[in-house]
């Protein structure tokens, strides 16, 4: 089974921080997804990236950006948290058309 | 543009009652179509996918349906359990375009008393 690993399952950080969030995938996916996870608002999507060194936004990118130097990593950047940045944040990968699979998640808190 | 429209919870139900959580779509071309569940705490899971017009995808007693005509894929389980708790995402996959990016509806909420 491939499998998603995310560094954290919680994090606290403090506003102005810069935060790293990682996501790492064992199954030499070409497609990477970070989003975020709020109550009523379901799942949203921030950055994705096709290819190592590719990245796209998503739906809500500002305040993020995201890194992807080599194909089983891919990292998003909260440049200087802020506490509407609190969030579920959770990574996929996929295969061409397959359907994703998701890690467990990381809860941030940004205080 | 995609979208993909859930019915409002939250659901609570009591242990061997008859499920249904509504979900209609839009889409261009012929998308395929999934339910993920998120158990508490943790990320999310396939569930189930229908690929073409009249599928059904079925796993672990739950089943959906995609009716093109309806433009819906409706989940449905016969007798739900305390363990069925979690949350529940609708999405979709447009086969048209040069990216596979699924579309997730607001996800519902479903409890299950003993």
Request: a neutral charge; proline letters at 3%; one cysteine or more.
């Amino acid at each position: 089974d491939v499998k998603v690993t995310q560094s954290s399952r919680y994090l606290v950080k403090r506003t102005g921080e810069k935060v790293f969030l990682e996501c790492v995938q064992d199954m030499d996916h070409e497609n990477m997804f970070w989003y975020r996870q709020d109550p009523g608002l379901g799942l949203r999507l921030i950055y994705f990236s096709y290819d190592v060194k590719m990245k796209e936004k998503g739906d809500i990118p500002e305040g993020y950006s995201v890194s992807r130097e080599k194909k089983e990593r891919f990292s998003l950047i909260l440049e200087s948290a802020s506490t509407n940045q609190t969030s579920m944040y959770l990574c996929a990968s996929s295969f061409g058309g397959t359907g994703y699979t998701f890690g467990s998640g990381t809860r941030l808190t940004v205080v | 543009g995609n979208s993909v429209t859930q019915m409002e919870g939250p659901v609570t139900l009591s242990e061997e009652a008859f499920l249904t959580i509504n979900c209609t779509y839009t889409a261009t071309g012929y998308p395929s179509l999934f339910w993920y569940v998120q158990y508490p705490g943790e990320g999310l899971q396939l569930l189930l996918k229908a690929t073409k017009a009249d599928d059904k995808g079925s796993n672990k007693g739950f089943e959906a349906t995609y009716r093109k005509e309806t433009t819906s894929f409706h989940l449905e389980k016969g007798s739900v359990q305390v363990s069925d708790s979690a949350v529940y995402f609708c999405a979709l996959r447009s086969l048209t375009g040069a990216n596979s990016k699924l579309t997730f509806g607001k996800g519902i909420t479903l409890s299950v008393r003993p």
